[in-house]
């Protein structure tokens, strides 16, 4: 999950955050990455945004609001990045991963002389978990993928998140929840003394494509998209941004694709594109 915020601990004191501070930088979120933070978010904005403040070396909010203006593009990527909060596993809510493989791969594999495109999109990949996790599903199930056009494109409005992504390197306790079996094939272990991380192997980073992608933004991409995981992504959003949101996925969609999202997220009064299959999966009408 990226691209939404959440608590983090830590009261004022060190600068004050005025009212007036407070309401225009909660403007300029809503502005750049879709986010509705409420008035209890006060503290959350306060934490994270202290540390621009130290990092620039400013000494109010004030002062940090008219550099933003100043039109700073690296600072303005500072600040989404600081604001965003991303919290993922491997094989997150496994029952999507399941239904991927069976209600997707398996019948695509099984049909003589069907399509052999394939197009799946992680919106909101964080540190790259879930991607990983679409390719390793991919890899055990389609045989012989030589004779299969695959990709994953994996974004993340945040740069640092994506940064960690492309690297696919994880320490132990990110990886523990996968099987003996998927960690031996599909992670190398740490190297002799470097630094102790396992790192996903060739044939995952292959399949997929990260990209950084602001939601808020017109989507680049043509599709279609067999199936789209946008998972805990608009938890945070305001109704009429979620419906302009998936408005723009649909027309990525075909007829029967599938939508993927997050457990405390539903399409009720959001969007008439999709139809509910149950546990929080979709399909394009």
């Not at 959003?237 to 408005?247: I, M, N, S, V």
């Amino acid at each position: 999950m990226s691209q939404a915020a959440a608590r983090q601990p830590e009261t004022e004191g060190e600068f004050e955050l005025r009212d007036e501070d407070f309401n225009a930088l909660r403007t300029l979120v809503k502005q750049h990455t879709g986010i509705n933070l409420g008035a209890e978010k006060r503290a959350l904005v306060y934490s994270r945004l202290a540390r621009r403040l130290r990092a620039l070396g400013l000494d109010s909010f004030k002062a940090y609001r008219r550099h933003l203006e100043q039109g700073d593009g690296a600072e303005l990527a500072e600040f989404r990045n600081a604001v965003t909060t991303n919290l993922t596993s491997f094989f997150r809510e496994a029952h999507h991963f399941e239904y991927l493989r069976d209600r997707i791969l398996r019948p695509r594999m099984a049909e003589t002389g069907g399509s052999r495109r394939l197009r799946i999109w992680s919106a909101g990949c964080s540190t790259g978990e879930e991607p990983y996790s679409i390719a390793i599903t991919v890899l055990e199930t389609l045989r012989d993928l030589r004779q299969w056009d695959v990709r994953i494109l994996a974004t993340d409005l945040d740069s640092q998140v994506l940064a960690t992504a492309s690297r696919g390197a994880y320490a132990q306790d990110r990886i523990a929840g996968l099987s003996p079996e998927r960690k031996e094939r599909f992670f190398s272990p740490p190297a002799a003394g470097a630094a102790p991380a396992h790192t996903a192997a060739a044939e995952l980073r292959e399949l997929i494509t990260f990209k950084q992608l602001n939601l808020m933004n017109e989507l680049p991409m043509k599709g279609p998209f067999d199936a789209i995981f946008c998972r805990n992504v608009v938890i945070y959003f305001d109704k009429e941004t979620q419906r302009g949101l998936f408005a723009r996925m649909a027309r990525l969609q075909r007829p029967g694709d599938l939508l993927f999202i997050g457990h405390s997220e539903n399409l009720s009064r959001i969007s008439d594109a999709y139809t509910l299959l149950g546990k929080t999966l979709y399909r394009r009408n």
